[in-house]
Structures are given as C-alpha cells and as structure tokens.
C-alpha cells in the first residue's frame, strides 16, 4: 500500500502565552513488521485528554481562524502557567488517549488484522489514520462496533486498577468520590459483581440515584447537612480502608480519612495519644478542583498515607500478567460493565468549535463526547 | 524486699472540661521473675511528653492547689477538644517517655542488674521508683551517668529511624525541617559520619549557625528571600527525595515537594502533562504547627506520597534485627552522636510549677528540659 494522508488534531504552546488547535494533514509512511495503520472511527474525550488539549488555557478566550475545513482555535494561557508548560512550548503534540477503528494497512508480522477492527491505546488518536504497534491495539468481537470498543482503555483499566490496588495493599472495601461519573459507574459495576463494599459519595441527589439505579448499596451526598455522619456509618460497616479520589483539591480526602479514623476509634477504649493503629490510604487520581489538598493531620492520627494515582506506574508496580488479565476483562465486559454512554459524536473540526469545546470541557455528569475522525 | 512506694507524675482529663496534673502516691509490688524496680535519676521533657501530658488544655488556664509537696494543677479544656479525649476521660496518666536511674530491685531472672544504671523505655518516667520488664531497659556503661543515658530511645532511635527509611525505600539523601532540634542536630552527625547527604531547613540564622558549627554542609533559611531557590539547589545536588517534616501543617512539606518536582525537571526536556517520574517522599513526624497540611498537588505531579511517621509502626516494620542494631548504635554514641543538653533540670513539684511549665512547653530550639525525680 501506499502513504496514507491524513488529519489529525493537534495542540501546541507558543512563546506568547498562547495556545493553538489546529488540524494538520499528517502522512503516515508504510508500516514497519509489527505495525498497522488504523483508519480511526471512534475516540472519546476523556478528563485527562482535555488535559493535553488546552492545558492551562483559558477556555473563554477563544479566537477562531484558519478555514472552514481546517479550522485553526487559539487560546490564551496566564503568564503564571507558562513556567510548567516551558517544555511544551513549540512542540506540536498529538492528541486522544484511547481510540478503535479499521485495520487498513499492516506489516509483515501483523497482516491477520487487515480488515479487522480494534480498540487502541497510546496517544494521537484524534486522527484520520494512526500509525500504532499491533501490541498496543486489541482485536474487538465481530459484535462490537468501534463506538462500544473505543474507550475500552483508560476508565475501565483504571477502575480495575483501583480493586487491584485493593486487593495487592490488603484492604477489604473502598471509598470512591465524584462517584457517579463513567468511571464511578464502571467501579460500582464491578464492586457488585466481585462482592466488594463500595461507598460512593456524590454532590447531588440525582447523581446518587443513578447509582442507586445500578445497585449501589452505598451513596453519601456531600450536599446532606448529615453527610459526616452518614459517611462515618458507611466506613464502619464496610471497614473501608482505601478511598479513590477525583476531586483533589480542598478538604473531601482529608474528611474520608477522618472517617476512617473516627470509624475505628467507635471500637476503642483505650487512649491512644497517637491516634488509632488502623492504617489508612487516600489516593488522589483526577483534579476537579485544582486546588491544594488540605488535610487535617491532627484528626487521623498518624497511620495514613496520602499518595497521587496513575495508571501507568501502577501498571508498572502490579506486572504483566495482572495488566494483561486486566485488558482482558475490559474486552470480554466492554458492552456490559465498560459501556459508555455519549451525548454527543462529533468531527475533528466540531472539536474546535468554541460552543462545543466549551460544552465538552465543562466536564458534567453524564455527558461524555465521541469524535468521530471519518465525520 | 518491700514493696517500694513512691510520687508518680499523673494526667487525667475530667468530664467537667478540665485536665488536671497531680503527685500520686503509688505502691510497687515485688518485680516479678523478669521484672525490675529502678529508681529513676533522670527523664527527659520531650515534645511528645508534653502531647500527653497537657493534650489539648489551654496553659495559660492553669490555676494550682494542692500543698508545696503535693501540688495539683488544673487546666481547662476547650469544649471542642473532648470529643477527642473521650478515652481518655477519668483516667489517670502516667508520663515520661524515657529515663534512667538505678536497679534497686529485681526479679529472679534479672538479679544481676541489682545496683547497675541503665536507660528506659515505655512511658510512667516522670515517678520516683518505676518496675519494668529488664528487655524493656538497657544496662549504662560504668561512665555513663543517669543524665547523659537518660535520653536514649526517643531523638537517638528516631534520628536513625530516618536513616534506615533512607536505606530500606531506597533514597539517597534527605531533606529535613525544624532541623536544629535537638533530634536534627544528632540527625546531622549521623549523616556526617555515615556520608549521607542532609538538607536541612531552619528558620533563623541562629538555627543556621547551630547546623553549620556541628559541620552541615545544606542548610536553608525559610526567611530568607530566596529560600525557594535555595532549597531547590540543595535539592538537585543532593538528588534529595525524601524529607522528614517536624513541623506539619502549612505548606512547608508542599515546598519541599515542589522543591524536588522542580529539580528533576532540570535535566528533563521532553513534556510530560504528568509531571516528572521521580517519586517523592514526605514524612511528617512532628506537630510544630497543628493545622492542616497543605499540599499543592499541582505543582508535583502525580509521583508523590504523604504520610505520617511514628517510631513505634517503623520499627515494626523494620524488624528486630534493625531495631537492635538501632539501639546498640545509640547505647555505644551516647556521649557523643546523642548526648543532650539540658537548659535546666527539675524536680516532679517544679513541673507543675506553672512559670516553669510555660517555659518548658515553649518549645524552643535548644531548650530542654530534665526531669530529676530525686529531688
């Protein structure tokens, strides 16, 4: 086969505190032995692709140019982010975690995929064509489309991830926050299926009936005037030890782990001047508010760890073969478990249209974009 | 022999929001096989004593009562730390961490430790006659006087607790706070004499100077404008990822973070929307500032832990062979590495005095005081 031609959507920082989407026409040149080239169909917007996109950009400042086809948006960026973003500035990035598509070309050691569809991992995927290792794609069931096999990466290994982390650090129940999201619902999903106790702590009502929809038997609403109490019950009958936070920011890690601490003592009697022996642990893995966490030390005595959480130094610490049993639940459950919903699919040059980038940035429950490369 | 009678030093925290200080008359009973009873000479006031023996209650309440032989202090407390106390309401208290004194009795098993001095662990040291398990004590060289050993378990073994943490984690240098202490400055000789790098932050030129006379090579000034600099050279040539935090609350131990996010992106060129790989360590074993900590999650990326550190859960960690190695190092540097020094020394009626109680509870760099029970 010849060269492929084709757009892809990418992000850069300029020196003058700006930054620019554009979509630049990108030749993929013939696969080497153990590559394919995908003709992308599917790939979701997902929290930390939003991330690579616009970084620090401010949002609101949005200037269109360029043309209709080949839209240009330029962003920009407060002086006071610039000094974190001193590597990015000129380098034209790539952008789209997770993806799935259309085999269309293959080398030598990979031709049984031509023609066949996969799910993608590793970058660039808001692209016409990607150029990818055939180990960093996964053949999908005849049955699943490339919209139901596109996001079969980062929520679902990451909710895995975090019952893996369970498992290996010897706790017996979780705490999980901004509960209701994809992800949230993908954890609860699992949690039942496995028999762990998994309590949920949502900002509203309607986001802890959707969890209660798929049969979760613990919700707290931080928005309940008893919210402290009610979460303190729910750690003490599910002994959970290990909490999983999205927020970040301000002080809802500090009051899970005050609740572990209070749980725990509900069973003492005797004085302990350094706080209870029960060990507990906060991982921080999103940054809806991305502010500084604030944790009241001198309310959770001193067995606590308070650590940051990505999935690609656990994947490292939990092996192969966790990793690859992992991805191969996340494909046998992707129409079950892993299914996520989309409110809107749209094309690489709607992606630059400041109504929907403004739409798909703000990150809402229960809304989740698709861009569709072919569109 | 008889059974031993003797003053104890007691805390009890009452229901009616008050704690209260008292000399208790206690009866010993004859040691048991393994057991002796040690006439306590000496037994330092370290900041973790203080923790227990005031707790929460406001000093400035103190209000005396009792006779000259037999004074009792009462404190009030304020309501919104009961909830905290409630085990330990209406319990008497012993105090005092550690001393040393001399064998006066002793069990079948233990006879030979009749009229040696030894050195103590296990809390109740502020008493004039104190029985214990012989393993819970270590004999004292002939040379060595009850005042010299009487400080051996808490700063010594905490001191080398870091260090071990060092090398059981894997770092290579250190990063210490309020680091002229009593325990920073026998830290530093550690790290002299063991080739380990210190960083060492202080918060005074007069601190600065203590470090630098005993040979500290790193020391950074928090007042000094350009401390963030400073302390992020220090850092990168050190190759520092580890700090122990005295302080705790504030954002001190952020900084220190922060310090080493910066460092490792020195010598990074590609862009990483993660932040740098390196991962970092804070420990905070202190509560020089009782607030909340305030982590600026933003600023170092996700390869990052916090967490409390005690002596006790280390050490168990560690194992008894380390433990014993701990203690023989402490026992053989006793005069030198770990020799304290006592602004002043009291009797059990003085440390409820209330002059001499807001003094030693002060806290400051280089004031320590003795407690000397046969007085």
Known sequence: MNDVTGLELRSIVNADCTLTLSLEEVVLSSPASDEIIVRVEAAPINPS?????????????????????????????????????????????????????????????????IGKRVAMAGGGMYSQYRKLKQND?????????????????????????????????????????????????????????????????VRSAEQAQILRDIGAAYVADSTDPDFTGKLEDMVAQTGATLAFDAIGGGTLGSQILEAMEHAANRTTTE???????????????GALDLGPIVTNRMAIGFEWSVNGFLLGPFIKKAGSEVYAAMRQRALQEITTTFASHYSATISLREALDPDTLKSYCRRATGEKYLIDPTR
């Open 49 to 113: 692709d939003i991330g690579l996109l616009l970084s620090s950009a401010d949002i609101r400042s949005v200037r269109l140019s360029g043309s209709a086809d080949r839209p240009v948006a330029t962003f920009s960026v407060p002086q006071g982010r610039m000094e974190a973003l001193q590597t990015r500035i000129g380098v034209s990035m790539a952008v789209g975690n997770e993806g799935a598509g259309i085999v269309v070309d293959a080398g030598r050691d990979a031709k049984a995929l």
């Open 271 to 285: 004085f302990s001047r350094y706080g209870s022996s029960l060990f507990k642990q906060l991982y921080i893995y």
């Open 137 to 201: 794609a996964v053949e999908l069931p005849e049955n699943v489309s490339s919209v139901a096999g596109a996001a079969m990466f980062v929520n679902p290994l990451t909710a895995l991830a975090f019952v893996e982390t369970m498992k290996m650090e010897g706790h017996k129940a979780i705490v999980h926050t901004a509960a209701a999201s994809n992800l949230g619902q993908m954890l609860q999903k699992i949690c039942l299926h496995d028999g762990i106790p998994l309590v949920n702590i």
